[in-house]
């Protein structure tokens, strides 16, 4: 069954700490991994990663995909407490009934 | 941002009655998808269009029904509203099958 797993599910630092939010998948047909931001609204999207070992950045946050181990990770520098969201990672495959799978997300808390 | 927008933002029903939230946009995009999020689920795929009045099942799509009559517009049904499917809905848009999608705002819908 094709599944992608957020480690961990919350978590709370302070500003300026750096914090790496993991996703394991297993995604048959798999074609490449997104990493959305969910706020108290609709999800925006991060990043595409389709090649291992390629760092996608912007900003503050950068990311980069292991497809041989079938894991990703999202790193947040000198966070903010406009970082404080939902963070998705999501499994983007061929398959017949519609091509995204959800994790169920890492929810990240920032205090000042 | 893309052009995605969706209505009602919020609506409130009762049991048994019928509802339909509709999903518009402006970047004339051929793939819609619409998505139910819940605590504990994450986001999970109700139904997609592939086109004007192509529209395939999602994993949830059960006591749903959709259409697709001009490519901007995209409809979510519910003939008959539960409980079960107080939820948030959302929207999404992407320009080819494997390609990243866009979220819309969200409808939260509560059936009582």
């Known amino acids: 069954e094709d599944k992608v797993v957020q480690s961990p599910l919350s978590l709370v630092v302070h500003e300026g700490d750096t914090v790496t939010l993991n996703c394991s998948y297993e995604?048959?047909?798999?074609?490449?991994l997104l990493w959305y931001k969910q706020e108290k609204k609709a999800p925006t999207f991060l990043f595409m990663l389709?090649?291992?070992?390629i760092e996608k950045k912007s900003g503050r946050l950068s990311s980069i995909l292991d497809k041989k181990e079938l894991f990703s990770i999202l790193n947040i520098t000198a966070t903010q407490t406009g970082d404080s969201a939902v963070y998705l990672c999501?499994?983007?495959?061929?398959?017949?009934?519609?091509?995204?799978?959800f994790g169920k997300g890492t929810k990240l808390s920032v205090k000042p | 941002d893309a052009g995605i927008t969706q209505s009602p933002r919020h609506k409130v029903t009762e049991t048994g009655t019928p509802v339909t939230l509709r999903c518009h946009q402006t970047?004339?995009?051929?793939?819609m998808y619409w998505y139910r999020q819940d605590p504990g689920h994450g986001l999970r795929l109700i139904h997609y269009?592939?086109?004007?009045?192509?529209?395939d099942k999602g994993e949830v799509s059960d006591g749903y029904s959709v259409s697709r009559s001009k490519t901007e517009d995209f409809l979510l049904t519910l003939e008959s509203a539960t409980s079960s499917q107080t939820s948030v809905y959302f929207c999404?848009?992407?320009?080819?099958?494997?390609?990243?999608?866009?979220f819309g705002p969200g409808t939260r819908l509560t059936v009582l």
């Open positions: 999404a848009i992407s320009e080819f099958y494997t390609d990243t999608q866009y």
């Open positions: 995604v048959t047909n798999f074609r490449s």
């Open positions: 389709t090649s291992s070992g």
């Open positions: 999501v499994g983007n495959y061929g398959g017949s009934q519609g091509n995204l799978i």
């Open positions: 970047e004339n995009h051929r793939y």
């Open positions: 269009s592939y086109g004007v009045k192509d529209t």
